[in-house]
């Protein structure tokens, strides 16, 4: 069928510790699931916010449908993310309380071919807890440098 198009968040698990993550749909238009597929979006800049008890994902970038016309979406506007009633309760209660935040992880599409977003619920790192998370990555990669090198 179509191959599966992944999406990732690389900044998010770098500028955010992340608490829970949840995996939620997206209203899309023709035009923005065909650039989707065809890999052309971009979720480094996006967040999450709440608005009349609803979900949107805010700043994601599609862009435009190099086929289409008139019709064409816009490349950056609000997309309604949709979710259980009792996870976005809870989402909007964790964010208004704890002062947390919620990012887009990952933007894929599922077997069906239907595009899914995983967003995480996330506290903000403080700059010494990124230069653990770039110590630990450094050691990470000399750790399997060593473990190549030893096993040839």
Request: contains cysteine; charged residues 30%; positive net charge.
């Amino acid at each position: 069928m179509l191959k599966t198009v992944n999406i990732l968040n690389k900044r998010a698990r770098f500028d955010y510790e992340i608490i829970e993550t949840y995996t939620a749909g997206i209203v899309l238009t023709g035009t923005e699931i065909k650039s989707i597929r065809l890999g052309k979006a971009n979720i480094t800049e996006s967040f999450c916010e709440f608005n009349n008890n609803e979900l949107f994902a805010i700043n994601t970038y599609i862009e435009e449908y190099t086929f289409g016309n008139q019709f064409n979406h816009s490349a950056r506007s609000e997309r309604k993310l949709l979710l259980n009633r009792r996870e976005l309760k809870s989402l909007e209660r964790s964010v208004q309380a704890k002062g947390l935040t919620i990012v887009p992880l990952k933007l894929f599409t599922n077997e069906k071919g239907i595009a899914k977003l995983d967003i995480g619920l996330c506290r903000g790192k403080k700059t010494y807890d990124k230069r653990e998370t770039l110590k630990e990555s450094d050691t990470k990669r000399d750790l399997d440098r060593i473990k190549k090198a030893f096993n040839n």
